[in-house]
């Protein structure tokens, strides 16, 4: 049994790594991609909002459950 | 950003259809839910509760790391169809063309330049959605071009054509 849950936490420590490095380049790739290109500043304003929002939150959510696995 | 030519003004900015977004969302809206809905189904099940009571964190933590995932490729999804736009102006037509994140293919032809546009609607939903092609043939030897899945295309047509004409009487 305290094998599987090493091995859980180790999975669980490569997952949590590997969607943070996600998420930090592909919201610099978003964002470049609305402030470059984007035809509406003011929707595009708002959009980041709604993103940063949400994903922040998901994020701190992930990582307040993965310590709680520790 | 778009750089407009002196005295140009933008007419029109027109996307896909909605509906074309929420078919490319839709996936990712049920994947979302799926893992909950299997949870809590299985979880009334003696054998399957016992198991999962031993792994809630593990599985908390994967249902947050989940979402997070498809929140951003909902974003990924939501960018390519945002930055998809057909730009009229009242002396040219831009066409915007998102193939990916890093693939962008932009279309540019002078009012002046439209020889043709023919708009087609193809099937039930289309017809019902008033969603379409347009197709605008140019007098330049490039290649015809073709906006599909437009909301209101026989609208739209209908703003080419006077745009043209304007800027035919402005030559």
């Known amino acids: ?70 | 950003m778009i750089n407009l030519l002196e005295e140009e003004k933008i007419i029109l900015k027109k996307r896909r259809h909605w509906f074309i977004l929420v078919l490319e969302v839709s996936p990712l809206v049920i994947a979302a839910f799926v893992p909950p809905i299997i949870t809590a189904a299985s979880a009334s099940l003696p054998w399957v509760g016992e198991i999962f009571a031993n792994f809630t964190g593990i599985a908390v933590f994967s249902l947050f790391a989940w979402w997070l995932f498809l929140w951003m490729i909902l974003f990924v999804v939501w960018t390519n169809y945002y930055l998809d736009v057909i730009v009229i102006t009242n002396k040219r037509i831009i066409d915007i063309e998102q193939l990916g994140l890093f693939a962008r293919d932009v279309v540019e032809v002078r009012m002046e330049n439209i020889e043709d546009i023919k708009t087609e609607v193809l099937g039930l939903i289309a017809s019902l959605l008033d969603m379409g092609n347009i197709h605008i043939q140019t007098a330049a030897e490039s290649r015809e071009i073709i906006i599909k899945n437009i909301a209101g295309p026989h609208s739209l047509r209908e703003v080419i054509s006077k745009c043209r004409d304007e800027a035919g009487n402005m030559v």
């Open chain 1, 1 to 70: 049994m305290e094998n599987i849950d090493n091995l859980l936490v180790l999975g669980a420590t490569l997952v949590l790594v590997a969607i943070v490095v996600m998420w930090s380049v592909l919201s610099f790739v978003l964002n470049y991609h609305w402030t470059r290109y984007g035809i509406e500043p003011r929707q595009v304003k708002k959009i980041k909002q709604i993103y940063l929002t949400v994903s922040v939150t998901l994020m701190i959510l992930m990582i307040v459950s993965y310590f709680s696995l520790l």
